[in-house]
């Protein structure tokens, strides 16, 4: 199982980003895909995930601002991240579990600052 995030960027506050994960190793469309943060000094979050029947799930934190999806034909999930705010800087992961084992990307910087 290999997953693979991108997108991470500097952005200014009110921004927008979309990441990336690609997933091998697996027969994606059958399992959850969950995206993960973590802030320097702190533990990791949960942000949001979705099923293979594209139902949906966020955090308190990200609802209404956040927007998971997925490509099943590309075997890829996405995070679009739209009215950023300081707060939201953190290394951003997916994660799925597979076969009892939980994998993880190696994550994506995302800095949100002015």
């Known amino acids: 199982v290999e997953l693979v995030e991108s997108g991470g960027d500097l952005v200014q506050p009110g921004g927008s980003l979309r990441l990336s994960c690609g997933a091998s190793?697996?027969?994606?469309?059958?399992?959850?895909m969950s995206w993960v943060r973590q802030a320097p000094g702190q533990g990791p979050e949960w942000i949001s995930n979705i099923n293979r029947g594209m139902a949906t799930n966020y955090a308190a934190s990200v609802k209404g601002r956040f927007t998971i999806s997925r490509d099943n034909a590309e075997n890829s999930v996405f995070l679009q991240m739209n009215s950023l705010k300081p707060e939201d800087t953190a290394v951003y992961s997916c994660?799925?579990?597979?076969?009892?084992?939980?994998?993880w990307g190696q994550g994506t910087q995302v800095t949100v600052s002015s």
């Open positions: 190793g697996f027969d994606f469309t059958k399992y959850v």
């Open positions: 994660n799925t579990l597979y076969l009892g084992k939980k994998y």
